[in-house]
């Protein structure tokens, strides 16, 4: 019985037994999956056995589920709260079917998720509320991007994984609280946003610099960088169509001003009203808007939260030159004038007739 568990271990990541002692020898398979020869091990094969034989009966019955919510929405007759549950009933009834897949088990371990099935939804969901969505939350919260840009009452714990990738590099995500190059965002960058729900829904993103100087009030305040509206996500599309949404501000790079700490560049994705289902009409917006008060305005709802830092150097002003049309501001502080030194920059002499 030892020997079974084991080899039904062994199978639920995808490792090869290649001796009669499974714990011996192990080739760990990186690129694709190679499903284990039969007979090699007895125990193993019957671990194998037991896996399938459960597989098909939750298979069965997640058919069943599927057919008995097809009927509920056909007819019209259920409710919501009832379709609701019935369509959770087949998604866990669909996950129980390949949650022991061995196949599957090791295409999640690389990162290799088909979010078009119930089990890597699952899956994702289970690998991101782990430590990523810990790294997150103590990121936001340590760096004050929450309770400075939202209430942390409001956001809760997010329903969605936003992911940011800058355009130079779109296949790698950035870690919450990342300090880039503002060059390196001089394109929009790109956004994914992991739905863990079965239907599609509208959503808008906004990214907000924390940190623009407010100088007559000697503080900081919020500035949009970037606003577009009715972008669809759902379990099959995840990476978002700015060509399809609709455009409410255009992207402005980051261009933290000489002189000034770190700015916190945050990016929400907030789930539209009515579940997902209403459509924003154009409108103004201001730049200089408050993303509380945008947010309550218009019925949004934090679904997706991330953020990355940037600094001044030399790129900056090129930005405020060439994209904003104006003359790139210094906050540092003014040398103060030394009278012991001279105007061609060397210290002049203590003593007079020396």
Known sequence: MNAARHALALARFGCKVVTSQPWAQLRRLQSTYVKPAAGVNPAYDEAVNI??????KKAAEAKAAAAELAQAQESGSASDEQVGALKKKWFDLAVEAEINN???LWSAKQGKYDLTRPVFLHLREQAWRGRPLEILMQRLLQMFVLPDLLDPRDVGTPSAQLNIALAANPQDVLEPGSIIDPSEARKQPEIELVNFHEDSRLHTLVMVDLDEPLEAQQTFREQFHW????????????????AKGLTLLPYVPPHPARGTPNHRYAFVLFEQGENGSKQLDSFEVSRDSVLRSFAAQHDLRPAGISFFRASWNESVDDVYRDVLQQTPPN???????????GPDGRKLNAYENY
């Open 51 to 56: 896996i399938d034989a459960y597989a098909a």
């Open 331 to 341: 906050y540092g502080i003014a040398p103060t004038p030394r009278s012991d030194i």
């Open 227 to 242: 606003v577009v509206a009715n972008l669809s996500f759902s379990k099959g599309q995840s990476k978002a169509d700015m």
């Open 102 to 104: 061995p196949e599957v």
